[in-house]
C-alpha cells in the first residue's frame, strides 16, 4: 500500500467532510487520516486526506470520483509536488519523580514541549513529520503512555503558488 496526501478545496458548507469521506469508504479505499479547517477564505475550506491504495489507478479513482462531488472546488496531489507536511501529536505520560527528568530529556531531545504537569502525568506536545512523531512514540512507549491523539498530516505546497491555483 503506498500513502498519499491530497489537499481538497470544497465549498464551506454542512455536510461536505461526510460526503467526502464517505464516498471514499464506500470505495472501499483507507482513509489513513483526514482533517478539514478554515482556509485564508470564509467560503472554502480545506480537507487534508491521507489516503492508502494499492497503486496510482487507484488513487486516479479516488480523484476522479472525489471530483465529481458538487461542494469540491479542487483537488491537489501533494505527494506529488514539493511540499511541506507536518503533523501534532499529543502525548499524555505516567510520570513519577524518578522518571520526570528522564522524560524531559527525551522532550528535549525531539525539540518538543511539556504542555501540561501534574503530580502523576506530563503531556508532551510534538510538530513533525510522521517519522519524527512515530520516532518520539517509540522512544516514550519505555514509559507508561496513558493517552495519544494525533492531528494526521497537513501539507502545504513549496514556493509561492497556492493550492487553488496548481
Known amino acids: 500500500m503506498k500513502k498519499f496526501l491530497l489537499a481538497v478545496l470544497v465549498d464551506n458548507k454542512p455536510g461536505v467532510l461526510t460526503h467526502?469521506?464517505?464516498?471514499?469508504?464506500?470505495r472501499a479505499f483507507n482513509i489513513e487520516s483526514i482533517n478539514a479547517g478554515y482556509?485564508?477564505?470564509?467560503a472554502i475550506t480545506r480537507i487534508n486526506i491521507?489516503?492508502?491504495?494499492?497503486?496510482?489507478?487507484?488513487?486516479?479513482?479516488?480523484?476522479?470520483?472525489?471530483?465529481?462531488?458538487?461542494?469540491?472546488?479542487?483537488?491537489?496531489?501533494?505527494?506529488?509536488?514539493?511540499?511541506?507536511?507536518?503533523?501534532?501529536?499529543?502525548?499524555?505520560?505516567?510520570?513519577s519523580k524518578e522518571t520526570r527528568a528522564d522524560i524531559?530529556?527525551?522532550?528535549?531531545?525531539?525539540?518538543?514541549?511539556?504542555?501540561?504537569?501534574?503530580?502523576?502525568?506530563?503531556?508532551?506536545?510534538l510538530t513533525g513529520e510522521e517519522k519524527k512523531i512515530d520516532a518520539i512514540c517509540e522512544v516514550l512507549s519505555e514509559y507508561e503512555i496513558i493517552e495519544v491523539a494525533r492531528t494526521g498530516a497537513i501539507a502545504l505546497s513549496r514556493g509561492p503558488l497556492p493550492v487553488k491555483k496548481m
Do not use: P
Open 104 to 125: 524531559i530529556s527525551v522532550v528535549d531531545i525531539f525539540r518538543a514541549k511539556i504542555v501540561d504537569v501534574s503530580q502523576e502525568n506530563v503531556v508532551i506536545e
Open 50 to 95: 491521507v489516503v492508502s491504495v494499492e497503486n496510482e489507478q487507484e488513487l486516479e479513482q479516488v480523484v476522479n470520483q472525489l471530483s465529481k462531488l458538487i461542494d469540491v472546488v479542487k483537488i491537489v496531489n501533494l505527494s506529488k509536488v514539493e511540499s511541506i507536511k507536518r503533523e501534532l501529536v499529543m502525548i499524555k505520560l505516567r510520570a
Open 20 to 26: 467526502v469521506s464517505g464516498l471514499i469508504s464506500r
Open 39 to 42: 482556509t485564508e477564505e470564509a
